[in-house]
């Protein structure tokens, strides 16, 4: 009878323990975009990003730091390309950030950036010619194909694990005559919330941004 009520009790006592743990296997940081219904593509949902701090900590200390500003709330779909990319960017300055970060990408001579632009990867728009220029804008590949072209070129900040879907059905939208690769229905952000897994990420070393406002790269 004993020997077997004893396994039977430690059993029990590993369930209870084990119930009480958290996975802490990953601590990457997630943020959630939520979209807004209400605009002219009635596209909502959300969609979600898990970000890469040990791939371009600066980069992702920066994004952090716009998500808890704000600055993500209400943010434009800027650009789509079809079954390719989505864009959320502030060609127009509303946003007013002053603020641009060094690229943390190969060709910037960053090498511990090593994350490939596959379907889902999140990366940080430039002004042409300028690897130091992100200002938030931010882009989403939709094609494994764009690795071939964009890997350490471009700063990947993380990738979307949630969502994919919804970002696919953006790319899709027609475009305007005026300026080809913006969506004639607009698409716009509701909210942007991070979760930190309990850590405390640094404010980002920033540099004074270069361009001025009514920048347009088409």
Not at 102 to 122: C, H, L, M, P, S
Not at 126 to 146: K, M, Q, R, T
């Amino acid at each position: 009878m004993k020997l077997r009520t004893i396994p039977a009790l430690l059993v029990l006592i590993l369930l209870i323990a084990s119930a009480g743990c958290t996975d802490m296997s990953n601590r990457n940081p997630i943020v959630t975009f939520t979209l807004d219904p209400d605009v002219s593509s009635h596209i909502g949902g959300t969609f979600v990003v898990e970000l890469f701090p040990d791939k371009a900590p600066n980069s992702v200390n920066y994004f952090i730091d716009l998500v808890v500003n704000g600055y993500y709330n209400k943010f434009n779909v800027s650009q789509v390309h079809e079954d390719s990319m989505v864009v959320f960017g502030d060609p127009w300055y509303k946003g007013g950030n002053n603020r641009v970060i060094k690229g943390e990408f190969a060709d910037n001579g960053f090498t511990q950036n090593d994350v490939d632009f596959v379907r889902g990867t999140v990366g940080l728009a430039l002004d042409e010619g300028d690897p130091d220029s992100n200002y938030g804008d931010f882009f989403i590949v939709l094609d494994d194909a764009a690795k071939d072209s964009m890997n350490g070129k471009f700063c990947a900040i993380g990738r979307v694990t949630e969502g994919l879907e919804i970002l696919d059905e953006i790319s899709r939208l027609q475009t305007t005559s005026s300026l080809k690769y913006q969506p004639y229905a607009s698409v716009r952000t509701l909210t942007a919330t991070v979760e930190l897994k309990g850590r405390v990420y640094p404010t980002a070393e920033t540099l004074e941004r270069k361009n001025k406002p009514g920048y347009w790269d088409e």
